[in-house]
């Protein structure tokens, strides 16, 4: 257990990082934070961004969460203190965050409000006007016990959270209802991220099996739907078994699957 | 792993962790040290009933089960110790009104069942993604009739020595954290009072530079 003082965060970029680690930043160089700089001589210096599983603390960054730290740099690679630091971590319970879509389950009307779980440790609200095309008059079509695709519009640690299903400019752009059948099961958080990233190897070689629709919730919960019943759970098998099993492991199973 | 030149009896038995083998809880840990085990396993940040729930801060609940029986008082002081521990080092302001329930279920227990249940709960902290503000390890030491420190002793060293103190130790500054004492001793074989530097005489240096072991 690595304690005492903290290394430049540069050098551990890539490797596992504990709780307590404290990683350094690049210090800046002559600058007296207390003045403003009045010269054209200072460099300009990037804003750096602390995420998930960090926290600033005196001389540089706590790490919170045990995990592979990663790094991404500025828009330019001139600024070298800019870019952002993350921790990559695995967990199973979701935390909302604002702007991340999800699949929530509505669990009751309260006047003209749903309320649906997403997983969290309170329940998040959706009002009937944040679809696309609702008005007082023309109301959608919303039951106890539907699937829900939208994303946080307000999500901190200090208010309940609140969906919508609209974007900014009043667009659905897939978000809504999501439609009968189909199969919703949960995974880890991590296995969502990796299947969202783009060009994922796993949902490419799934969508040359069989056709299927498919809802990722950043929540970690997964809607499927194929043709029948039988190939929508063997979807879901793959796709739970996607974390444990390595790249040659499922490709074997799929080539065992596509050839029967 | 360190081991102290100075007693033969400051080691620590052979102890091992397996993580996320329960399916159900957030996160789950078990850790064995020689014969004595312990499972953990984590809820949160969950729903807390109304009475319960604190804007400050999340709610921290441990249940400890012992093997066999119905859990009584002394399970119940080591809950508000285990508790008051995990509560200093999570960082609770960043998801105030949840509660974060920690169970502990022993499975055997061969001596050091305090430390063993805070090192099970330590790695299942980190199983479940909670945020921490260092890690955090336990080690139990014994206080034999001739003056000797056993460290992670066996139910029979526990009987037969005349103090047996565990200590949580924290990772980033290896300050103590809680600290328990069965027993009598002296406070020189104890090793505190704790603002003093750790040198190195005392249970509380053993149990540190085992803890870095650890």
Redesign the interface.
């Known amino acids: 257990m690595a304690g005492g003082g903290g290394a430049p965060a540069e050098s551990r970029v890539g490797q596992v990082v504990l709780p307590g680690d404290v990683l350094l930043l690049p210090a800046y160089d002559e600058q007296d934070t207390e003045r403003l700089p009045l010269g054209t001589s200072a460099a300009p210096r990037g804003r750096l961004l602390c995420g998930p599983g960090l926290r600033r603390c005196a001389g540089g960054l706590l790490v919170t969460k045990c995990g592979l730290l990663r790094h991404r740099r500025a828009g330019d690679g001139a600024a070298a203190a800019g870019g952002a630091y993350w921790v990559d971590s695995q967990q199973k319970r979701y935390v909302p965050v604002k702007g991340d879509h999800v699949i929530g389950i509505v669990t009751g009307k309260v006047g003209d409000v749903f309320r649906l779980d997403v997983g969290g440790s309170e329940q998040a609200s959706l009002s009937y006007l944040a679809f696309e095309g609702a008005t007082k008059r023309n109301r959608p079509n919303v039951q106890v016990g539907d699937l829900i695709y939208g994303q946080f519009l307000v999500a901190n640690k200090d208010m309940e959270p609140e969906m919508v299903c609209i974007d900014s400019s009043g667009r659905a752009s897939g978000m809504g209802v999501i439609g009968q059948d189909g199969f919703l099961f949960k995974v880890s958080l991590g296995l969502i991220r990796k299947l969202l990233a783009p060009k994922c190897e796993i949902i490419q070689e799934l969508s040359q099996l069989y056709p299927f629709e498919l809802v990722l919730g950043m929540n970690g919960r997964i809607w499927v739907k194929a043709k029948t019943v039988q190939q929508t759970l063997i979807i879901v098998n793959i796709l739970e078994a996607c974390e444990y099993m390595t790249a040659e492991q499922r490709k074997q199973a799929l080539a065992k699957l596509s050839g029967n | 792993m360190e081991v102290a030149e100075e007693a033969a009896g400051c080691s620590l038995r052979p102890f091992s962790c397996e993580q996320g083998l329960l399916s159900r809880p957030?996160?789950s840990a078990t850790f064995v040290q020689g014969d004595t085990s312990v499972l953990a396993g984590l809820?949160?940040?969950?729903?807390?009933k109304g009475s319960r729930e604190s804007p400050d801060g999340a709610t921290v609940e441990v249940l400890l089960r012992p093997k066999v029986g119905l859990p009584g008082v002394a399970e119940r002081s080591r809950e508000q110790l285990l508790r008051r521990t995990f509560e200093a080092v999570l960082?609770g302001s960043?998801?105030?009104?949840?509660?974060i329930t920690v169970v502990l279920q022993v499975l055997s227990d061969a001596g050091s069942l305090l430390a063993c249940c805070l090192n099970a709960a330590c790695m299942g902290l980190?199983d479940?993604?909670?945020?921490?503000?260092?890690?955090f390890?336990g080690v139990t030491c014994a206080l034999d009739p001739h003056g000797d420190i056993i460290l992670d002793p066996t139910a029979r060293q526990e009987q037969e020595a005349h103090a047996v103190l565990t200590f949580a130790i924290?990772?980033?500054?290896?300050k103590v954290l809680a600290t328990t004492t069965r027993g009598s001793c002296s406070a020189e074989e104890a090793g505190l009072p704790a603002p003093r530097p750790i040198s190195g005489r005392g249970g509380v240096a053993a149990a540190t530079r085992a803890?870095?072991g650890?």
């Open positions: 957030d996160g809820y949160g940040p969950a729903e807390v960082l960043l998801h105030p009104r949840t509660s980190l479940a993604g909670l945020p921490l503000s260092s890690l390890c924290d990772s980033a500054q290896r803890g870095s650890l």
